[in-house]
């Protein structure tokens, strides 16, 4: 059984982010051989909660720090965390047009300006296209359709370009 239960009340300050990037022997966290998915390392830490080692499944010795009450609860709090922000990324997701992200095709540019110059609502050609309004709106200024300016003003030309 694990030593967490998720249920139970946490008296646990919220955790700062740091304004610098956390490094390990002078390269960045973020780079492709500290990468780590979140499932995995949500399960690299509920390892740690019931007191194994994740890459052995050896129990760990009495004495680590792992076994102090603080940092198991600054481990459950992560944990939360973290599942809750992948259960936001996924709920995103779902919610998202089927072709959000992926690249545009020259004929799916074309069938744009086409739309375009017939004067179809752009919220309508987002539905059709699979896109998010505001894809259309930067794809027609990155076509040169429209002016940035013509944008709506969440999309500064800053985000545009």
């Not at 052995?56 to 973290?82: E, F, K, M, N, Q």
């Not at 296209?129 to 359709?145: E, M």
Request: proline fraction near 8%.
């Amino acid at each position: 059984m694990n030593r967490f239960d998720r249920g139970q009340e946490l008296n646990i300050l919220s955790v700062q982010r740091s304004q610098t990037q956390p490094k390990a022997a002078g390269l960045p966290l973020s780079g492709r051989v500290f990468s780590l998915d979140t499932q995995q390392a949500i399960k690299v830490l509920q390892a740690l909660l019931d007191g194994t080692n994740p890459d052995t499944g050896a129990t760990l010795p009495a004495d680590s720090i792992l076994h102090s009450p603080t940092v198991i609860r600054a481990l459950a709090r992560l944990v939360l965390s973290l599942e809750h922000c992948e259960g936001r990324s996924q709920e995103r997701k779902r919610k998202l047009p089927q072709n959000a992200g992926r690249p545009w095709a020259p004929e799916e540019d074309a069938q744009v300006c086409d739309e375009l110059g017939k004067g179809i609502p752009v919220a309508e050609m987002a539905r059709s296209h699979g896109r998010t309004n505001g894809a259309i709106w930067s794809r027609l200024v990155h076509l040169g359709k429209i002016a940035p300016e013509s944008a709506p003003p969440y999309l500064s030309p800053k985000k545009i370009a």
